[in-house]
Nanobody
């Protein structure tokens, strides 16, 4: 099970920190990805962190503004989002890949949370 939290309403330029807490599986072996789906848009990869070596990747639209981190001791992954823009408005999902790879492709992941809403608006 994956549970996201930390979403909310924030003004442009503001920050939010999303959390994804995992349970019921061996977290250390899984890579974790963050995805988002805005209104009328397809789900897109935002960031990911691999298992074992902590390799990270980011979508170009968020690179330099978002930072992903994982804490295996707490079965948790965070997504720190700074300098938020209205186009970042979406439901944000975390997902787990049992092969441990950092991938921005949703099909690689077989466990998904229910999402947390992020709204960036003045």
């Amino acid at each position: 099970q994956l549970v996201e939290s930390g979403g909310g309403l924030v003004q442009p330029g503001g920050s939010l920190r999303l959390s994804c807490v995992a349970s019921g599986f061996t977290f250390d072996y899984h890579s974790i990805g963050w995805f988002r789906q805005g209104p009328g848009k397809e789900r897109e990869g935002v960031s990911c962190v691999s298992a074992y070596d902590g390799i990270t990747d980011y979508a170009e639209s968020v690179r330099g503004r978002f930072t992903i981190s994982r804490d295996d001791a707490k079965n948790t992954v965070h997504l720190q989002m700074n300098n938020l823009k209205p186009e970042d408005t979406a439901v944000y999902y975390c997902a787990a890949d049992p092969w441990g790879r950092c991938s921005m492709l949703p099909d690689q992941y077989n466990k998904w949370g229910r999402g947390t809403q992020v709204t960036v608006s003045s």
